[in-house]
């Protein structure tokens, strides 16, 4: 697997199971061209504290069971902001008013938003 398919895998595997937990407005963007910190941001939105951290677990579980360890993992307790860094993929999960008071799309806009058929289809 290259590099960039590792990451696209898992990105495509975190965006599945934030669907799962029934994650709100799904954005990915691909940052390789203008950062070295990730090749994909992934960015998504709960509801409230138990769903952004039942959203955080399941792509915990997801990414470990397909051999992906989490780097780092910050915000997990007050869930306004959880950061999970896989190294190639970053994935911030949001409520909503901090996902609108940070607008990371805003900050990230030199990257490229992609769609999950971009990702698979590679």
């Known amino acids: 697997m290259t590099y960039s398919s590792k990451s696209r895998e898992m990105a495509s595997l975190a965006y599945h199971a934030l669907e799962e937990k029934k994650a709100d407005?799904?954005?990915m963007i691909d940052i390789?061209?203008?950062s070295t910190l990730a090749d994909y941001f992934i960015i998504a939105s709960g509801k409230n504290r138990n769903q952004i951290q039942a959203m955080a677990d399941e792509?915990?579980?997801v990414l470990g069971r397909a051999g992906y360890e989490v780097r780092?993992?910050?915000g997990y307790q007050t869930a306004n902001w959880i950061l999970l860094d896989y190294g190639d993929l970053v994935i911030h999960i949001f409520d909503t008013q901090n996902r609108l008071f940070y607008d990371l799309e805003r900050i990230w806009r030199d990257g490229k938003a992609v769609t999950i058929q971009e990702i698979e289809e590679g």
């Open 72 to 74: 780092h993992k910050e």
């Open 32 to 34: 390789e061209q203008v």
């Open 59 to 61: 792509v915990d579980e």
């Open 25 to 27: 407005n799904i954005t």
